[in-house]
């Protein structure tokens, strides 16, 4: 229709103010590139997982936030409403089969993830942490899989009360210092044990967690992942004899880490350096064994956090290297990409972290 006739049929144009601020939309997104490997969801012998630290709101919304962890990010890309809007997009263009994700608000996850998810065929599993607000949550396809059994635990409360941890129990008491750190965590393991729909033979054990943050907290996360690493085997080894595992999560440990080392060789020497992570005081040196062939699925990546003041590789998906191989990995974004607002988050990525993927296969 040509202006004369829209002006009859609507009246003369008028100028409509916005009650609010205008903001831009995101633009070219990080994760744009990497949808154009996950358009499809992959075929029934493969798996792809996710796992993801998504920023929970609680830490984005503070003073702090804004103004000394991200000044570089507009203050409007730090709003939930806004990040999440970008987050369900991303994680819809994943077409994932199972998704890990740590730093969950309660309400994100009720509201918002487990609703949109819901839509493109993801059933989702929730584990609070009870002193904050957030949590983790693990997303798995319904048509793949159906759920057979969750084993959560709070490391701390696992520690005191399971005679699986009795020995480690023990050990931890002749250091109180840190013993009483350990225990004043409120970290959480989330495992949930997972059939395959069209062969319910293959079963999986897929385990979530985010272990302690600080940076000198190394040996605080070698007793997390010491509990972590028991409880998994007490699933995957007692309950559903040599089950497959796959272990995601942002374990705020570098490769060079003792956590990591731990992890993937199967050991921890009582001389490592991470015993004594945070000063003579408060070593604890014990050597610690597990029993799984644990490989990083995505390698070591230059980083999975970037912000202003620190950039590393702090996420890993784990997975049992007897039982799955890699198909690929979804390239992270460029330098390039990440650095385009200085750092993360950005109006163009909702999280300080970024997203590993990887498709895998049983052998």
Not at 5 to 21: H, I, K, L, N
Not at 108 to 121: E, I, K, R, T
Request: charged share 20%; proline share 6%.
């Amino acid at each position: 229709c040509t202006p004369g006739d829209r002006e009859q049929r609507y009246g003369p144009a008028r100028e409509v103010e916005s009650s609010g601020p205008v903001e831009a939309g995101p633009g070219a997104c990080t994760f744009d590139a990497r949808h154009l490997y996950t358009k499809k969801v992959c075929g029934h012998g493969s798996v792809r997982a996710v796992s993801y630290n998504i920023l929970a709101d609680t830490y984005a919304q503070t003073e702090f936030s804004r103004t000394v962890l991200y000044p570089y990010c507009a203050p409007y890309a730090l709003e939930i409403d806004y990040r999440q809007n970008l987050l369900k997009k991303e994680l819809a263009g994943y077409s994932a089969d199972l998704i890990c994700l740590q730093e969950v608000d309660k309400s994100v996850f009720v509201d918002s993830l487990a609703p949109a998810l819901d839509a493109f065929g993801l059933e989702g599993l929730f584990k609070i942490k009870e002193k904050q607000h957030e949590g983790l949550a693990t997303f798995y396809r319904r048509d793949k899989f159906s759920l057979l059994s969750q084993h959560d635990i709070a490391f701390s409360e696992a520690l005191l009360s399971e005679p699986l941890h009795k020995e480690l129990c023990e050990q931890l008491a002749k250091y109180p210092l840190v013993q009483e750190k350990v225990l004043q965590r409120s970290s959480v393991l989330q495992v949930s044990v997972l059939q395959s729909t069209t062969d319910p033979s293959r079963k999986l054990c897929v385990a979530n967690t985010h272990l302690y943050w600080h940076p000198k907290g190394g040996n605080i996360r070698l007793i997390q992942i010491a509990v972590a690493m028991s409880h998994i085997k007490h699933v995957a080894c007692d309950l559903y004899p040599s089950i497959p595992v796959i272990f995601c999560g942002d374990f705020n440990s570098t490769p060079s880490s003792g956590t990591y080392s731990f992890i993937s060789s199967g050991g921890i020497a009582e001389d490592h350096e991470d015993w004594v992570s945070n000063g003579e005081e408060e070593r604890c040196s014990m050597s610690l064994s597990h029993p799984f062939k644990l490989l990083s699925a995505c390698g070591e990546p230059a980083y999975t956090n970037y912000v202003g003041g620190f950039h590393g590789c702090l996420d890993y998906i784990f997975i049992d290297r007897n039982a799955l191989e890699v198909e690929q990995v979804i390239p992270l974004p460029s330098h390039e990409e990440v650095t385009t607002h200085q750092a993360l988050p950005s109006v163009s990525h909702p999280s300080d972290h970024i997203a590993l993927i990887c498709d895998l296969k049983w052998k």
